[in-house]
């Protein structure tokens, strides 16, 4: 019981830090493995993330209610992304960490210097007409994070988040509304491995979840009403973390 107790307060943190800008899994999936070290990797990978799709499932509902969705960009990403998933998963043994760890580090480094600098990056919505070319646009980037998210993983959120902000004009807000609703393509992706194969821990994902929900719901209310500065300062510390993770990374 104190275990699944201790478990729960992390997937709460994580799900109020993904709700908002992404990376809840930088929490919750160290959790996981620090206190079930006994446990199966496979079987703690898929706890977390039926944990994270719920969490991630009501923010983004929570998103929709009180924001203004371009579906004709978020839709395209996300068919794109839950196909590409499956791929990235399907290459994994074929592409070895040790390449992608430093590549995914530079691009991370680059994405938080631009964002630091560029101080009104993110900060206005004015979000492009949508035609033929922005809709091609979205599915190569659902695509392209959809197979990273299969494959490696950690940053999705965040990426997501930069490259509507980069490509389609979106705010902070928006950008963040909208990559809840890319994530949840990826997370069924997932779910549809890893639930068939028994890959699951239900006595404490179904908890865990609970707690993940109301995580998310609290950083949605607080991205909300909080607007987009929060939400800019609070993905820089988020890309913060994930340089130093990724650096210890390598580095071990």
């Not at 991370?108 to 004015?126: E, N, P, R, S």
């Not at 949508?130 to 197979?147: D, Q, R």
């Amino acid at each position: 019981m104190v275990d699944i107790a201790i478990l729960c307060v992390f997937a709460f943190a994580a799900g109020l830090i993904d709700a908002a800008v992404g990376g809840g899994g930088l929490i919750q999936i160290p959790a996981l493995f620090n206190v079930l070290p006994s446990a199966q990797p496979a079987a703690l990978l898929g706890t977390n993330k039926v944990a994270a799709a719920c969490g991630t499932t009501f923010a983004a509902r929570s998103f929709v209610r009180k924001v203004v969705i371009d579906w004709g960009l978020v839709i395209p990403a996300a068919c794109a992304a839950f196909v590409m998933a499956f791929c990235g998963a399907a290459t994994v043994s074929f592409v070895p960490q040790s390449v992608i760890r430093p590549a995914v580090l530079v691009l991370i480094v680059l994405m938080a210097i631009y964002t630091f600098w560029k101080k009104d990056f993110g900060a206005l919505h004015k979000p492009m007409r949508i035609g033929t070319k922005e809709k091609l646009l979205a599915v190569v980037i659902g695509g392209a994070i959809g197979f990273y998210d299969g494959l490696f993983g950690p940053g999705t959120g965040s990426f997501l988040i930069f490259l509507f902000i980069r490509c389609f004009a979106f705010d902070f807000l928006h950008a963040s509304a909208s990559a809840k609703l890319v994530n949840i393509a990826t997370n069924v992706a997932a779910l549809m491995f890893f639930i068939p194969t028994g890959n699951v821990l239900y006595l404490i994902a179904i908890p865990m979840a609970a707690f993940n929900i109301l995580g998310a719901l609290t950083g949605t209310w607080l991205a909300v009403h909080k607007g987009v500065p929060f939400v800019r300062a609070l993905f820089l510390v988020l890309l913060v973390i994930l340089i130093s993770k990724l650096t210890y990374d390598l580095l071990l």
